[in-house]
């Protein structure tokens, strides 16, 4: 089924511990972003990539990096987990420009740095 | 910069109740705006749009105005079911040079009751 796949669904790292949010789209979209969901804040952007090659940070771009090299994948790093990022990671894509079409979301990793 | 404001949940209500959800936004330009849905445990659903003033958004019984005035697009529903308990999401999403990102309020959490 076409959409945006996020693997893994859930992770625990320790502090210190590195490791890479994994995100796919087949629907050769040019926008993706990664958001963080924690409980009373909504969900918050962490970086986003108009295009291949083409990446910017968002709100919370401390502690993550991304790079884009094909239309399809958009990974995320955490270099070194820190317990501050213990969150639920969303993934999401988009043909992009303001068109109003909206976003299409992954489902969703669960990490829980300890 | 860019905020969504929504009222706090939860909301709490019996089944075929009347339904509203306020969302307010600020914004520098003139933004496309987005109800997003997520049901326990999985990610986030578009549920409705409108890209400009006066335009209504609709979906599964749930609907929302674009409303320039009062710079608002408040979600409702004539009569809600116990499968619409969810968290939904107002959003807003601005062009800047080009490219768009989603600015999302904190969430209102639906709670529907037989």
């Known amino acids: 089924n076409a959409g945006v796949t996020q693997t893994p669904k859930f992770q625990v790292l320790k502090t210190g511990q590195s490791m890479t949010l994994q995100c796919a789209q087949d629907?050769?979209?040019?926008?993706m972003s990664w958001y963080r969901q924690d409980p009373g804040m909504g969900l918050r952007l962490i970086h986003y990539?108009?295009?291949?090659?083409?990446?910017d940070q968002g709100e919370v771009p401390n502690g993550y990096n991304v790079s884009r090299s094909t239309t399809e994948d958009f990974p995320l790093r955490l270099l070194s987990a820190a317990p501050s990022q213990t969150s639920v990671y969303f993934c999401?894509?988009?043909?992009?420009?303001?068109?109003?079409?909206?976003?299409?979301f992954g489902s969703g990793t669960r990490l829980t740095v300890v | 910069g860019d905020s969504v404001t929504q009222m706090e949940g939860p909301v709490t209500l019996s089944e075929e109740a009347f339904l509203t959800i306020n969302c307010t936004y600020t914004?520098?330009?003139?933004?496309?705006l987005f109800w997003y849905v997520q049901y326990p445990g999985e990610g986030l659903q578009l549920l409705l749009k409108?890209?400009?003033?006066?335009d209504k958004g609709s979906n599964k019984g749930f609907e929302a105005t674009y409303r320039k005035e009062t710079t608002s697009f408040h979600l409702e529903k004539g009569s809600v079911q116990v499968s619409d308990s969810a968290v939904y999401f107002c959003?807003?999403?601005?062009?800047?040079?080009?490219?768009?990102?989603?600015?999302f309020g904190k969430g209102t959490m639906l709670l529907v009751s037989p």
């Open positions: 999401a894509s988009s043909y992009g420009g303001d068109r109003g079409e909206g976003y299409t």
């Open positions: 629907m050769n979209h040019e926008y």
């Open positions: 990539s108009v295009g291949a090659g083409i990446t």
């Open positions: 914004a520098t330009g003139y933004p496309s």
């Open positions: 409108a890209t400009k003033a006066d």
């Open positions: 959003a807003l999403s601005e062009a800047y040079s080009g490219y768009s990102t989603l600015t």
